[in-house]
């Protein structure tokens, strides 16, 4: 046992740090630094899922466009090799907001668009040999007490008012429900077929491989501290600490880790999500369980979680843990709080009695990005050739590959049905400064957490805490 958390742990979990996917696949060798100032076409920031898929079909449809990621430690470091691993069609923001933008049927065929992400980043592994343990099982929502249960239900309700169809997401019997997942209390769950599992890391290092091979420059190791729009006779530029980087176009694709660039500290907020996973587990726990067709788990909490029954018949569940350091700092390196990994691991033995006796082998965090007003976006100024992707409120294993096709529409000046999408172009105000980010987040997710409190003691409704919370928030 750990003596600070009571959690039984393995020597894999007290090693603590990287995610259990790059325990398990091991870390990609390393690639070359930028050996010193370069010209291309496109250059992108970030080496995670939206720079690795724009740089991917920047090179499969003009093969002798120059593309260049930077990435300061390697591709697939930061949230793209650290997620649930949920390839989920579900979409940061509100409907109401999207379609403010530009109609009704710009955030239906938005959703529409994610729908068919989840089947193209599949049919992408599978043709370019990707081997990422992606299976779509679909998405298993539960609720377990009165007040989830009518928010769930009126989520049903709501896709049904937007015209989307029974097929898209359904409300389960009890017996469809227990024969998925047998959850414990479990009141009611919904079912959406669009949502597929994957390996993040494998889905990473395979994109990243893929993208070389197509003759995609990336370099590691090379730390980007200010982009630098167009200017004059002067192209637009990636500044780094080994060079500097002129292009006709810089895409800006740091999503949490935006903050540290210059000029950019309020864009988004880094939020930090943790996650645990267990040893593998006996046929007789899984029995128990059920979870046969690997379907993604979420819950209808307010600090809700995520789980997955890995290829290899473990559990991974994440939560927030820790969601926001002062001054939009980030751990880097993954390090997880015990405290953080044993309130976890209660939240999984409360779905799931059968895994007292599991071990927790491995925990570690990663950061996501959130714009102020929780709705992702992507953008590309022609004037200035700056671009940028990302605020996906951690639901960006598929909306990464949206943004990487929008993102190549964009810079070939392509009018098609991903620019005309309602959050192209979208703009939000900045985050306040500090102390107001750390106040505002701290009290954020103390009345969610509060709001959660009061529904499992039986609260009918939604708690005032929770409504409290998304006037603070800006959801």
Not at 18 to 44: C, H, K, N
Not at 388 to 398: D, I, K, M, N, Q
Not at 406 to 433: M, N
Request: hydrophobic fraction near 40%; proline fraction near 4%.
């Amino acid at each position: 046992m750990d003596g600070s958390s009571g959690v039984p742990v393995t020597e894999d979990f007290a090693n603590g740090g990287v995610s259990f996917w790059y325990r398990q696949t091991g870390f990609p060798a390393r690639r070359e630094t930028l050996p010193g100032p370069r010209d291309v076409d496109v250059a992108i920031v970030g080496g995670g899922y939206t720079g690795l898929w724009t740089a991917y079909y920047l090179k499969k449809s003009q093969p002798g466009l120059r593309v260049a990621v930077l990435e300061r430690e390697f591709a697939g470091f930061g949230a793209s090799g650290r997620n649930g691993g949920w390839l989920s069609a579900e979409f940061a923001g509100s409907r109401e907001r999207h379609a403010a933008a530009r109609g009704r049927q710009a955030m239906i065929d938005l959703q529409h668009a994610m729908f068919t992400a989840v089947d193209e980043v599949i049919e992408t592994c599978r043709a370019e040999g990707i081997h990422a343990d992606a299976h779509k099982g679909g998405l298993v929502h539960v609720a377990t007490n009165p007040a989830q249960d009518h928010r769930l239900r009126a989520e049903v309700d709501d896709l049904r008012n937007w015209g989307f169809a029974e097929e898209d997401m359904r409300m389960l019997g009890p017996r469809e429900r227990d024969d998925r997942i047998r959850v414990r209390g479990a009141l009611s769950a919904a079912y959406s077929p669009h949502c597929a599992r994957v390996q993040p890391a494998r889905l990473a290092t395979g994109l990243a491989r893929v993208a070389a091979e197509l003759g995609v420059e990336i370099f590691e190791g090379t730390t980007v501290t200010e982009i630098r729009p167009r200017g004059g006779e002067k192209k637009a530029a990636a500044v780094t600490d080994r060079g500097t980087v002129t292009a006709e176009y810089v895409i800006r694709a740091t999503e949490g880790f935006t903050a540290g660039i210059k000029g950019q500290h309020r864009q988004w907020l880094p939020m930090n999500s943790s996650m645990i996973v267990t040893e593998p587990l006996p046929d007789r726990v899984w029995k128990e369980i059920g979870w046969q067709d690997n379907e993604l788990l979420g819950d209808a909490a307010h600090a809700y979680c995520y789980a997955q029954r890995t290829a290899d018949g473990r559990i991974a569940i994440g939560g927030r843990g820790v969601p926001y350091r002062y001054g939009s700092r980030t751990d880097e390196r993954g390090a997880t709080q015990p405290q953080t990994v044993a309130a976890l691991r209660d939240v999984m033995v409360r779905l799931f009695p059968a895994t007292a006796e599991a071990r927790i082998q491995h925990a570690w965090c990663g950061v996501l990005g959130v714009p102020r007003d929780w709705c992702s976006t992507v953008h590309l100024d022609h004037a200035s050739g700056l671009g940028w992707a990302g605020g996906y409120v951690g639901s960006g294993v598929t909306t990464a590959n949206l943004a990487g096709r929008t993102l190549r529409d964009l810079v070939l000046r392509r009018d098609t049905e991903l620019t005309a999408l309602p959050w192209v172009g979208r703009r939000v105000r900045q985050w306040e400064p500090e102390p107001l980010r750390w106040v505002g987040v701290q009290a954020i997710y103390a009345l969610f957490r509060a709001a959660d409190r009061r529904e499992n003691a039986g609260r009918a409704r939604t708690s005032a805490y929770a409504r409290l919370a998304d006037l603070i928030s800006g959801r």
